[in-house]
């Protein structure tokens, strides 16, 4: 009996910090597209932020493995933490495509990021090695990621793969907002990060 090609989905973000709408957009992609697995792999040096405060990687690696424990098919990479430099999405699908070229690799990131995708680096070896997982909340415009057919071409909007999750109505930068206004992120982000983010002080 032939065996059915394994897929793996890898999910990329700063995790500033990771919230219940990364999970809940993880878990979604999953069942949407049938994974045997999702990775989360918190950038290390996000490209785009250079001159942004980020919290340490560290500190991000760690509450993301916290919130990923209790989920069987959920795994962590070190991978952009560990290398050195922009943690520049081509060079991670490279990285997991010659790990294992036979698995079908999709990349989950937020629509919103996607938007610039042809601004990042190598964007034609991203398309090569993984198809794409657009997560937004409902009601955001496809036709903003339709309207980058123009710059890119049918084939690569093609691997553009759109997912309403409504749980993204958390959002990061919403989430730091409350901690500094000493407000509650219960039930925003799991138990276990929040304790960890007043613990270590991780904003603050
Ligand atoms: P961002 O620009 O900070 O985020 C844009 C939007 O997408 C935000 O609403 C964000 O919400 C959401 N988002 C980010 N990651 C998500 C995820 N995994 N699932 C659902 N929503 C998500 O995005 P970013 O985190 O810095 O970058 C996203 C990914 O794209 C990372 O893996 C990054 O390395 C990659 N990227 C690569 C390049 C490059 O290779 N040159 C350039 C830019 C980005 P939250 O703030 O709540 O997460």
Do not use: C
């Not at 993880?26 to 049938?34: I, Q, S």
């Not at 290390?44 to 760690?62: C, F, S, T």
């Not at 996607?114 to 034609?124: E, G, K, R, S």
């Amino acid at each position: 009996m032939v065996k059915a090609r394994r897929a793996i989905g890898l999910m990329g973000g700063t995790f500033n910090p990771i919230h219940y709408g990364h999970l809940v957009a993880a878990e979604a992609a999953r069942d949407a597209f049938n994974l045997d697995q999702v990775i989360f792999i918190p950038a290390g040096q996000p490209p785009h932020k250079a001159d942004i405060h980020v919290a340490d990687p560290e500190h991000r690696y760690l509450m993301t493995f916290l919130a990923i424990v209790s989920n069987q098919h959920f795994a962590i990479s070190r991978v952009e933490i560990d290398r050195e430099g922009p943690s520049y999405t081509s060079d991670t699908l490279a990285h997991f495509h010659r790990l294992d070229p036979t698995v079908a690799w999709y990349f989950i990131t937020g629509a919103d990021a996607i938007l610039d995708i042809v601004a990042w680096h190598n964007p034609d070896s991203i398309f090569r090695h993984a198809e794409l997982i657009a997560a937004s909340r409902p009601g955001y415009s496809l036709e903003r990621i339709q309207a980058l057919e123009q710059q890119l071409g049918k084939e690569p909007i093609a691997r553009i793969h759109p997912l309403e999750v409504p749980a993204l109505a958390i959002s990061s930068s919403q989430i730091r907002e409350r901690l500094k206004q000493g407000l509650s992120i219960k039930y925003l982000v799991p138990e276990a990060v929040e304790h960890y983010i007043a613990k270590y002080h991780v904003y603050g």
